[in-house]
């Protein structure tokens, strides 16, 4: 439960019950005709939620939400699923513009993720059938690839179905309803452009759609094609809500509050310009008078006493050479300058490099261009016979910055030509400090120069086909279907300039050649005898290819052209070693040295390459040391379904009407492989920092098979009685068989109650399931990390776990260890797919209303309708990744240390016990809990402006969602140890403890209220829509953290975290974005429309890029659409 609350719900209920939201229509009795119209000789037709084919003025017992795309064209948006995000049951969907935010995967790709419980966890069908997967390893669906302009409108069912529609309709089930030839009488077209005030993200969306009939309505036919277009933001487009001005969540201290004019005590604090202070994009060099092992451990410490009220650090003490030092833009040596220090990883300002949002290359909106062809057909071959086919192919092409990779511990020779004058004179200086040890100078920095910009290109690609029959049994409604569905989705992922390892560290340890080289006293000199006749070198800052003719004292080149050696091998993942164990060569044991595994030393290609200073990297070296990877990804879906449906109306019925049945077949089949690039499949990764080897999918790939039984009922008990207008209950069920898990079942039971035509009430209960997707079970093992100082037996943490961690800890490390006096700022770990995962089970329940009154006060109330539904879903065993951080604390918090927790960690004796490696995995392991009330009000009535002139009609509207339960229990310590039945106090601790149960409800993302108001105004060719979207105040920070638990008296007591974080960032406030459009019918065959979105410019939250708006802020849009 949310302690801190600015809103009161009951102005807000009030607000609902009076005002508008966005026109969303519903499956209920007198809907209007723009939900769900049905031709007028009232046949049935299928809707979402059941195979059985259900009479309009029928309620059906599962709530289902309706919106049409006369909507998503008013709205403004080119994406049908940032339209569908605004209903509060989708609001944690991803469309394209915020994809870049969710990784790598997703760029460019819209997803739709019902109550937040997961996209995999969202079936998304087309017509009804399934849809090939978008994303590698996953069964989410890109659903940008269905061609918006043959979008009939898209229901969305809330609720497991999974025994209508198989797995992975946990949540519920988004459905496409597509347009066919009978709905067109000629071609279709739409233009629309749009442009932000502030004159960027520009929006170009164009489509043509035709389709008709033929010989004589036997036989119709269909085709779309659209093209689509965003150019994107980078992080510096938008300077005050992004890149440094983005504020992220930071531990803060007195010294800090006091300069953000926030509470001294206040333990958190959102801060801009949040920094990493032990790299930077200038290069951050240390010089030490030893050769110290442990470079980044001896940086890290200063760092850790830097004082948080000075901007400079330290002098080596008897020297005034600062221990850290900087080039500058300008190319001068210089201290570093930490910023305001906020602990070992954090600082305000200063040289560091820019963390995550703050960094204002990386991609905001990703730039973006799709094209989509589909097309269909249907004939008659014989009355009751109709053969039906369709097919359609959809690219995307779009780009990302979404990181930038950096080392932290990089050595440069003392010997190094690139090293400025100012850091060559302190050599000796050092050298006199301490004449018997070897000094030594690290470089900390980015990868970033003027021709290494990083980044991701993605293409995917999508096809889909489907071909049938249809049969129905003449004289009655029996109709049998079955059709074979085929779909592939192809991604090619180029990462641009991924760093090789072994390049990169052989090409930073440049030379100058002397005269020795060049005489001939040095017989390893690559273009000397036998060699191969020219080096890349550097010569005046030029990049030049010298031969024994050319070369001249001071040329710049790899010292392994020289030495026919390589870099150590401790810096990079090699290939065999060059020589044996103990081998000594000139004094030197080279037998850590390892063979290059992308290029042979001596060949004359490594090129030198200076890393020191900004934009520094560059030129050949940056060519040969830096390259674009490719990846490919191809996923396959098989699909086969047999229906038989009808109802036993031509011979049988029930007091309340005919019984409606439906029972099948289906058997699925989906593929995933993934190929990594060629340097990836070398005796391991060579690329950046990542030291685990990174394995492709087997060569056939892997699938998941499915072969499944269905069947439905609606048994309408009765009807037309006084108080019993409809009685109906419906029953369905579902058993499948997977070559992964084996065998499960589901179900779902329903009912409806209709005591009059004006109201009507229904329920349902249904045990739904969801196999383990491929990523999930098969996924190949890649690379996880684990910040240094998120060891649980660091002194800053051992105390915050179970009563058991501290004991344990000892048995690892001593007392006050510190767990950043490390090698480095990570620690490497794998992690992969896990072919043991079993099924997720989901338990949902919905009860709910719905009021339609007619006839009431003349007539007044007839255009009004009110609708609640309540909702409980429970989803047990669900699968879910551990972090490092999560197995690391398992491990520890247990009441013993022989686990499976600490079988996947490693530790160092040798550096105090720390943590050296860790394996991760998925588990089933969670369990998902989401409680609420969906609410929707919609008013239409005539304008009541009077006089002898139609006004046409207003419609109001109201949608929305009252969040009661949201949570997550993800911590196996809790699950374990429950299990194992401890004393009472220690298990009502963890209960209480919401650090081991994540409670989300009033969180930033699962707000207590979500509300769309909607006004309407139609007449005659003029239309003009408001729309708002309120979002109600939540906590800026975990429920965990907002809460102190502690034992008084024998009691736990959960109380407010008082000194938390200043009341101003305590909480988000409400939000409310407001958009208008307007449309205007020319004549028949065109219409004119645009608008604004985000009337009022409304900024996202602090800390937040996406809630309760997007960056792209004030949004101007035009368009155009008719028909000839």
Same mark, same amino acid.
């Given at each position: 439960?949310?302690?801190?609350?600015?809103?009161?719900?009951?102005?807000?209920?009030?607000?609902?019950?009076?005002?508008?939201? +966005?026109?969303?229509?519903?499956?209920?009795?007198?809907?209007?005709?723009?939900?769900?119209?049905?031709?007028?000789?009232?046949?049935?037709?299928?809707?979402?939620?059941?195979?059985?084919?259900?009479?309009?003025?029928?309620?059906?017992?599962?709530?289902?939400?309706?919106?049409?795309?006369?909507?998503?064209?008013?709205?403004?948006?080119?994406?049908?699923?940032?339209?569908?995000?605004?209903?509060?049951?989708?609001?944690?969907?991803?469309?394209?513009?915020?994809?870049?935010?969710?990784?790598?995967?997703?760029?460019?790709?819209?997803?739709?993720?019902?109550?937040?419980?997961?996209?995999?966890?969202?079936?998304?069908?087309?017509?009804?059938?399934?849809?090939?997967?978008?994303?590698?390893?996953?069964?989410?669906?890109?659903?940008?690839?269905?061609?918006?302009?043959?979008?009939?409108?898209?229901?969305?069912?809330?609720?497991?179905?999974?025994?209508?529609?198989?797995?992975?309709?946990?949540?519920?089930?988004?459905?496409?309803?597509?347009?066919?030839?009978?709905?067109?009488?000629?071609?279709?077209?739409?233009?629309?452009?749009?442009?932000?005030?502030?004159?960027?993200?520009?929006?170009?969306?164009?489509?043509?759609?035709?389709?008709?009939?033929?010989?004589?309505?036997?036989?119709?036919?269909?085709?779309?094609?659209?093209?689509?277009?965003?150019?994107?933001?980078?992080?510096?487009?938008?300077?005050?809500?992004?890149?440094?001005?983005?504020?992220?969540?930071?531990?803060?201290?007195?010294?800090?509050?006091?300069?953000?004019?926030?509470?001294?005590?206040?333990?958190?604090?959102?801060?801009?310009?949040?920094?990493?202070?032990?790299?930077?994009?200038?290069?951050?060099?240390?010089?030490?008078?030893?050769?110290?092992?442990?470079?980044?451990?001896?940086?890290?410490?200063?760092?850790?006493?830097?004082?948080?009220?000075?901007?400079? +650090?330290?002098?080596?003490?008897?020297?005034?050479?600062?221990?850290?030092?900087?080039?500058?833009?300008?190319?001068?040596?210089?201290?570093?300058?930490?910023g305001i220090s906020t602990g070992a990883f954090n600082a305000i300002g200063g040289d560091g490099i820019f963390i995550g949002q703050t960094a204002p290359g990386l991609t905001l909106i990703p730039e973006l261009t799709q094209?989509?062809?589909? !097309?269909?057909?249907?004939?008659?071959?014989?009355?009751?016979?109709?053969?039906?086919?369709?097919?359609?192919?959809?690219?995307?092409?779009?780009?990302?910055?979404?990181?930038?990779?950096?080392?932290?511990?990089?050595?440069?020779?003392?010997?190094?030509?690139?090293?400025?004058?100012?850091?060559?004179?302190?050599?000796?200086?050092?050298?006199?400090?301490?004449?018997?040890?070897?000094?030594?100078?690290?470089?900390?920095?980015?990868?970033?120069?003027?021709?290494?910009?990083?980044?991701?290109?993605?293409?995917?690609?999508?096809?889909?086909?489907?071909?049938?029959?249809?049969?129905?049994?003449?004289?009655?409604?029996?109709?049998?279907?079955?059709?074979?569905?085929?779909?592939?989705?192809?991604?090619?992922?180029?990462?641009?300039?991924?760093?090789?390892?072994?390049?990169?560290?052989?090409?930073?340890?440049?030379?100058?050649?002397?005269?020795?080289?060049?005489?001939?006293?040095?017989?390893?000199?690559?273009?000397?005898?036998?060699?191969?006749?020219?080096?890349?070198?550097?010569?005046?800052?030029?990049?030049?290819?010298?031969?024994?003719?050319?070369?001249?004292?001071?040329?710049?080149?790899?010292?392994?052209?020289?030495?026919?050696?390589?870099?150590?091998?401790?810096?990079?993942?090699?290939?065999?070693?060059?020589?044996?164990?103990?081998?000594?060569?000139?004094?030197?044991?080279?037998?850590?040295?390892?063979?290059? +595994?992308?290029?042979?030393?001596?060949?004359?290609?490594?090129?030198?390459?200076?890393?020191?200073?900004?934009?520094?990297?560059?030129?050949?070296?940056?060519?040969?040391?830096?390259?674009?990877?490719?990846?490919?990804?191809?996923?396959?879906?098989?699909?086969?379904?047999?229906?038989?449906?009808?109802?036993?109306?031509?011979?049988?019925?029930?007091?309340?009407?005919?019984?409606?049945?439906?029972?099948?077949?289906?058997?699925?089949?989906?593929?995933?492989?993934?190929?990594?690039?060629?340097?990836?499949?070398?005796?391991?990764?060579?690329?950046?920092?990542?030291?685990?080897?990174?394995?492709?999918?087997?060569?056939?790939?892997?699938?998941?098979?499915?072969?499944?039984?269905?069947?439905?009922?609606?048994?309408?008990?009765?009807?037309?009685?006084?108080?019993?207008?409809?009685?109906?209950?419906?029953?369905?069920?579902?058993?499948?068989?997977?070559?992964?898990?084996?065998?499960?079942?589901?179900?779902?039971?329903?009912?409806?109650?209709?005591?009059?035509?004006?109201?009507?009430?229904?329920?349902?209960?249904?045990?739904?399931?969801?196999?383990?997707?491929?990523?999930?079970?098969?996924?190949?093992?890649?690379?996880?990390?684990?910040?240094?100082?998120?060891?649980?037996?660091?002194?800053?943490?051992?105390?915050?776990?179970?009563?058991?961690?501290?004991?344990?800890?000892?048995?690892? +490390?001593?007392?006050?260890?510190?767990?950043?006096?490390?090698?480095?700022?990570?620690?490497?770990?794998?992690?992969?797919?896990?072919?043991?995962?079993?099924?997720?089970?989901?338990?949902?329940?919905?009860?709910?209303?719905?009021?339609?009154?007619?006839?009431?006060?003349?007539?007044?109330?007839?255009?009004?309708?009110?609708?609640?539904?309540?909702?409980?879903?429970?989803?047990?065993?669900?699968?879910?990744?551990?972090?490092?951080?999560?197995?690391?604390?398992?491990?520890?918090?247990?009441?013993?240390?022989?686990?499976?927790?600490?079988?996947?960690?490693?530790?160092?004796?040798?550096?105090?016990?720390?943590?050296?490696?860790?394996?991760?995995?998925?588990?089933?392991?969670?369990?998902?809990? !989401?409680?609420?009330?969906?609410?929707?009000?919609?008013?239409?009535?005539?304008?009541?402006?009077?006089?002898?002139?139609?006004?046409?009609?207003?419609?109001?509207?109201?949608?929305?969602?009252?969040?009661?339960?949201?949570?997550?229990?993800?911590?196996?310590?809790?699950?374990?140890?429950?299990?194992?039945?401890?004393?009472?106090?220690?298990?009502?601790?963890?209960?209480?403890?919401?650090?081991?149960?994540?409670?989300?409800?009033?969180?930033?993302?699962?707000?207590?209220?979500?509300?769309?108001?909607?006004?309407?105004?139609?007449?005659?060719?003029?239309?003009?829509?408001?729309?708002?979207?309120?979002?109600?105040?939540?906590?800026?920070?975990?429920?965990?953290?907002?809460?102190?638990?502690?034992?008084?008296?024998?009691?736990?007591?959960?109380?407010?975290?008082?000194?938390?974080?200043?009341?101003?960032?305590?909480?988000?406030?409400?939000?409310?974005?407001?958009?208008?459009?307007?449309?205007?019918?020319?004549?028949?065959?065109?219409?004119?429309?645009?608008?604004?979105?985000?009337?009022?410019?409304?900024?996202?939250?602090?800390?937040?890029?996406?809630?309760?708006?997007?960056?792209?802020?004030?949004?101007?849009?035009?368009?155009?659409?008719?028909?000839?």
């Amino acid at each position: 439960m949310t302690f801190f609350k600015l809103t009161s719900h009951a102005i807000l209920l009030a607000a609902a019950s009076s005002l508008p939201a +966005v026109a969303l229509a519903q499956d209920v009795a007198g809907s209007e005709p723009e939900s769900r119209e049905l031709e007028a000789d009232g046949d049935s037709i299928v809707v979402t939620g059941s195979r059985i084919a259900t009479d309009s003025t029928t309620s059906l017992a599962s709530p289902v939400q309706v919106v049409t795309a006369e909507e998503f064209k008013n709205s403004g948006e080119i994406s049908i699923a940032q339209t569908l995000r605004e209903l509060p049951a989708l609001q944690g969907s991803d469309p394209a513009t915020l994809s870049s935010a969710q990784g790598l995967a997703l760029t460019g790709a819209s997803t739709l993720n019902l109550r937040q419980l997961g996209t995999d966890r969202t079936l998304v069908l087309q017509d009804g059938r399934r849809h090939v997967p978008g994303i590698a390893g996953t069964a989410t669906v890109d659903v940008a690839s269905i061609p918006q302009a043959l979008v009939s409108s898209v229901e969305v069912l809330t609720g497991g179905a999974s025994a209508v529609y198989g797995a992975d309709a946990v949540s519920g089930v988004v459905n496409y309803v597509m347009r066919d030839g009978r709905d067109f009488d000629g071609l279709e077209y739409r233009l629309q452009t749009g442009i932000s005030d502030k004159g960027d993200a520009e929006e170009v969306f164009g489509s043509i759609a035709g389709g008709g009939t033929f010989q004589d309505g036997r036989g119709s036919a269909v085709f779309a094609v659209e093209y689509t277009h965003s150019t994107g933001l980078l992080n510096r487009d938008r300077p005050d809500i992004a890149g440094p001005g983005f504020s992220s969540l930071n531990p803060s201290n007195a010294f800090l509050n006091e300069i953000l004019g926030l509470d001294p005590d206040a333990e958190q604090a959102f801060v801009p310009d949040r920094r990493l202070p032990v790299s930077s994009a200038g290069s951050t060099i240390a010089v030490d008078p030893t050769p110290f092992a442990s470079p980044f451990g001896q940086l890290l410490s200063f760092v850790n006493n830097f004082n948080p009220a000075t901007d400079t +650090v330290p002098n080596i003490p008897g020297t005034n050479i600062p221990v850290l030092q900087v080039i500058d833009e300008g190319g001068n040596v210089r201290a570093f300058n930490p910023g305001i220090s906020t602990g070992a990883f954090n600082a305000i300002g200063g040289d560091g490099i820019f963390i995550g949002q703050t960094a204002p290359g990386l991609t905001l909106i990703p730039e973006l261009t799709q094209v989509t062809a589909a !097309a269909g057909f249907d004939y008659e071959i014989t009355p009751t016979l109709t053969f039906f086919a369709d097919a359609k192919f959809s690219y995307t092409e779009t780009s990302d910055v979404s990181g930038i990779p950096f080392s932290d511990d990089i050595p440069i020779a003392l010997d190094n030509p690139f090293l400025p004058a100012a850091i060559q004179n302190q050599i000796p200086v050092l050298d006199a400090l301490l004449p018997d040890q070897t000094p030594s100078i690290f470089v900390a920095r980015d990868n970033v120069g003027s021709e290494t910009d990083s980044g991701t290109s993605l293409e995917r690609s999508t096809i889909r086909a489907t071909g049938g029959l249809r049969w129905e049994a003449p004289g009655s409604s029996v109709a049998f279907e079955a059709f074979y569905a085929w779909g592939r989705t192809e991604v090619d992922d180029t990462f641009r300039n991924a760093r090789l390892n072994d390049r990169y560290f052989t090409a930073i340890d440049a030379v100058a050649l002397t005269a020795a080289d060049l005489d001939g006293t040095n017989p390893n000199v690559a273009f000397g005898p036998g060699g191969v006749g020219s080096l890349n070198a550097i010569r005046n800052g030029e990049d030049i290819q010298i031969t024994p003719g050319t070369a001249e004292v001071g040329d710049i080149v790899c010292r392994s052209e020289l030495t026919g050696l390589p870099a150590p091998a401790a810096l990079f993942v090699g290939g065999p070693p060059l020589y044996a164990p103990g081998t000594i060569i000139d004094g030197t044991d080279v037998s850590d040295l390892t063979r290059p +595994v992308t290029f042979q030393v001596g060949d004359g290609t490594c090129a030198p390459l200076n890393i020191l200073g900004p934009n520094s990297i560059g030129g050949a070296g940056a060519e040969f040391a830096f390259v674009d990877l490719l990846d490919n990804t191809v996923i396959e879906q098989q699909q086969f379904l047999a229906v038989l449906s009808g109802d036993t109306g031509h011979f049988f019925e029930l007091p309340g009407g005919p019984i409606g049945f439906a029972t099948g077949f289906e058997w699925r089949r989906d593929q995933s492989q993934f190929t990594r690039a060629n340097f990836f499949s070398i005796e391991g990764n060579v690329v950046t920092n990542n030291s685990v080897p990174l394995f492709n999918s087997p060569t056939d790939g892997q699938g998941i098979s499915v072969y499944e039984g269905f069947g439905e009922i609606n048994l309408p008990l009765l009807g037309d009685l006084p108080f019993v207008n409809l009685l109906e209950i419906t029953a369905s069920g579902r058993l499948s068989d997977y070559n992964t898990i084996g065998s499960t079942e589901t179900y779902s039971f329903g009912g409806i109650y209709s005591p009059f035509e004006w109201l009507t009430f229904r329920g349902t209960w249904s045990r739904a399931v969801r196999a383990p997707n491929i990523g999930e079970l098969f996924a190949p093992q890649g690379a996880a990390f684990l910040d240094v100082d998120a060891d649980p037996c660091d002194d800053g943490n051992i105390n915050n776990g179970s009563s058991n961690r501290p004991d344990n800890c000892l048995q690892f +490390v001593a007392p006050g260890f510190d767990s950043s006096d490390f090698l480095t700022a990570f620690v490497t770990g794998t992690t992969g797919g896990n072919p043991d995962l079993t099924e997720e089970t989901s338990d949902s329940f919905t009860i709910g209303g719905i009021f339609q009154p007619r006839g009431i006060l003349g007539g007044a109330l007839d255009g009004l309708t009110l609708i609640a539904d309540y909702y409980d879903i429970e989803i047990e065993d669900a699968v879910g990744s551990l972090t490092g951080a999560a197995i690391a604390a398992a491990c520890v918090d247990l009441p013993s240390i022989d686990n499976q927790f600490c079988d996947a960690i490693e530790r160092d004796p040798n550096n105090g016990g720390a943590i050296s490696s860790f394996t991760s995995g998925n588990i089933n392991l969670a369990v998902l809990r !989401a409680r609420g009330i969906d609410f929707e009000a919609r008013y239409r009535f005539d304008a009541p402006f009077g006089g002898n002139r139609d006004w046409g009609f207003f419609e109001l509207t109201a949608i929305g969602t009252h969040f009661l339960e949201r949570f997550t229990e993800s911590d196996p310590v809790i699950a374990q140890t429950i299990a194992d039945e401890p004393d009472p106090l220690q298990q009502e601790l963890l209960i209480a403890d919401q650090a081991t149960v994540s409670d989300q409800l009033g969180v930033i993302g699962t707000p207590e209220w979500i509300v769309n108001f909607g006004v309407n105004w139609t007449m005659d060719r003029l239309r003009i829509g408001w729309r708002g979207r309120f979002e109600d105040s939540a906590l800026q920070f975990s429920n965990a953290d907002a809460t102190d638990v502690d034992i008084v008296d024998g009691e736990v007591v959960v109380s407010p975290n008082e000194g938390l974080a200043d009341p101003s960032q305590l909480t988000t406030g409400t939000g409310f974005e407001q958009d208008i459009n307007v449309s205007y019918r020319i004549n028949d065959d065109m219409e004119v429309y645009g608008g604004v979105n985000n009337l009022f410019d409304t900024e996202p939250f602090l800390g937040s890029l996406s809630r309760p708006v997007g960056p792209r802020g004030r949004f101007f849009f035009v368009g155009l659409s008719g028909a000839f």
